[in-house]
């Protein structure tokens, strides 16, 4: 297996979308995360372009970064995938499948993809997003799956409110949560199966969807084919791929993956020193606000004829206000330029003028502020399942 | 790209971020993939690699140990534990030392 790191492999990447040709080594089999134990290998999943693998059983696969820099919409083969448990379905009909509405509901349905589309349909923009996206660079490090920031993308959904599927089962005054089951389901009968609930207010709010295209076309297997739940603004975990059962509880649930697993410290910013214990917790829910510089990359060269710094911001749902940049790590800052605004739950691009002299190393920071006022922290605050990334983002370049 | 143009267009005019779209039908018929396995990972050698080997590659790949971060025994130890306490691996009290032993030795810090 080729090697080699991860800084040479990126800025040879970004160096072949600005002017010059793309090197060899951007073919390379492998890339170096930049923490202990991060060496990648490169590989093709079915209907997926090469991508960084976390763990191939179950499938975990990560997004290079320079396909960022591309453009406001994550291609399907190129967005990023987690799976939980290995028993998934690698054969699905989407003609047979059914979704089963039971539990705290008047009529109990079993709904086909045709059924989906007597319903109004919907389009949005939104952010997929780990809830453990970055959790490489935690600090102190902890368990757990090592992403760097490549598990995160952005789609166009188009599908059917999950209310208007709800509404037509009608619930009972004793609904209190909404669980999500799908086909993905464990390799051994004493694991929990991977099951997530939303109260039943969220649950029907305008924007929940069950989407049964991406970008316009079916979704990838990998990505829950036929049919998954879309939680703008929400972390990943509640995006249930392959979604087969919507099951209405008359109590707060207590599985695994919603008691014990996925959860922050409630502390006022979900911070705990590292090492402590007997905290109260709740289920992670929206995600923090987020920027990233996408046309270079921390500890590369740049020409100094690139003229351009541009980058995404995205929130929880509420919009990017403003996105700053500094070229001194962050002790001056000026603003950057807003790309078109596709909706408040998406990647919003931005862009500011550079200018650079050969020879000089520059900090280059991010900062966004969000149309609810919240901004990235100067430094990470940490919990013990490196959850809720969003430190102003820092990177180090020389000009050659 | 016309048809995203056209969402973006409803977007800004509802101002909501959410639109009544162009019609896109929902997907017919199978599709099948074939998934690499572990697509040639496997656990460093080492005593103990087959108690490792039998214990965690049931559920998943060698690369859920490899990737960590350089854990201490207590870290690997704890993790043992959770794989048979909250994912109900089917590890006896016996086989809980030698995997440990085997983690630290090869992914660990002593």
């Known amino acids: ?21 793309l090197p060899a080594r951007a073919l390379a089999d492998s890339v170096q995360l930049p923490f202990a134990n991060g060496e990648r290998p490169l ?5 997926k372009r090469p991508l960084l693998v976390l763990s191939p059983r179950p499938p975990q696969l990560e997004t290079p ?5 591309q453009g406001v919409y994550t291609p399907n083969d190129a967005f990023f995938v987690r799976w939980h448990l290995s028993n998934i379905p690698q054969h699905v009909d989407a003609s047979a499948h059914r979704i089963a509405v ?35 660079l935690s600090a102190p490090r902890v368990a757990g799956g090592q992403w760097d920031n490549g598990a995160m993308g952005n789609a166009l959904w188009t599908g059917v409110r999950l209310r208007d599927v709800l509404d037509r089962a009608g619930l009972k005054a004793t609904a209190k949560q909404v669980q999500f089951d799908g086909l993905e389901g464990p390799v051994l009968p004493t694991t929990p199966d991977f099951r997530k609930s939303l109260d039943v207010d969220k649950a029907r709010g305008d924007d929940i969807l069950i989407a049964y295209a991406m970008n316009g076309v079916p979704l990838p297997l990998l990505n829950g084919f036929p049919v998954r739940l879309i939680v703008p ?43 402590a214990t007997g905290f109260p917790t709740v289920p992670i829910n929206r995600m923090r606000v987020r920027s990233f510089a996408t046309n270079v990359v921390d500890g590369a060269k740049i020409d100094v004829k690139l003229q351009e710094l541009r980058g995404i911001a995205f929130d929880g749902g509420s919009g990017i206000k403003r996105v700053e940049v500094s070229l001194d790590g962050g002790t001056t800052w000026r603003d950057a330029a807003l790309g078109p605004d596709v909706g408040k739950y998406s990647f919003r691009r931005w862009s500011a003028s550079l200018q650079t002299r050969a020879g000089q190393t520059y900090t280059i920071a991010v900062r966004a502020t969000a149309n609810d006022g919240a901004t990235q922290p100067a430094t990470q605050g940490w919990n013990p399942s490196g959850y809720l990334r969003n430190v102003v983002e820092m990177y180090k370049v020389a000009v050659g | 790209m016309k048809r995203v143009a056209i969402a973006v267009a409803a977007v800004l005019l509802l101002g909501a971020g959410v639109a009544a779209a162009a019609t896109v039908a929902p997907p017919k018929g199978p599709v099948s993939i074939s998934l690499p396995g572990d697509a040639g990972m496997a656990f460093k050698p080492g005593p103990g690699v087959g108690a490792a080997q039998a214990s965690c590659l049931t559920c998943h790949s060698s690369a859920y140990v490899s990737t960590q971060p350089v854990l201490s025994r207590a870290q690997w130890t704890a993790e043992v534990v959770k794989m048979r306490t909250a994912y109900g691996a089917p590890i006896t009290d016996a086989q809980v030392p030698p995997i440990v032993d085997y983690l630290t030795a090869q992914y660990g810090k002593p």
């Open chain 1, 102 to 136: 039971t539990g705290e509901v008047n009529t109990p349905l079993s709904l086909s993809l045709a059924d989906l589309a007597a319903l109004p349909q919907v389009e949005i923009t939104a952010v997929n997003q780990c809830s453990g996206n970055g959790r490489g």
């Open chain 1, 65 to 69: 970064f320079a396909v960022f820099d």
């Open chain 1, 1 to 21: 297996m080729r090697k080699i790191g991860r800084r040479r492999f990126l800025a040879g990447s970004v160096a072949a979308l600005g002017a010059s040709a």
């Open chain 1, 233 to 275: 603004g929400w972390y990943s975990t509640y995006w249930v791929k392959m979604l087969s059962a919507i099951t209405v509880l008359d109590h707060v649930d207590d599985n695994f993956w919603m008691k014990t697993a996925y959860r922050i410290p409630d502390t006022p910013d979900n911070s705990v020193m590292p090492g």
């Open chain 1, 43 to 47: 590989l093709a999943f079915p209907q």
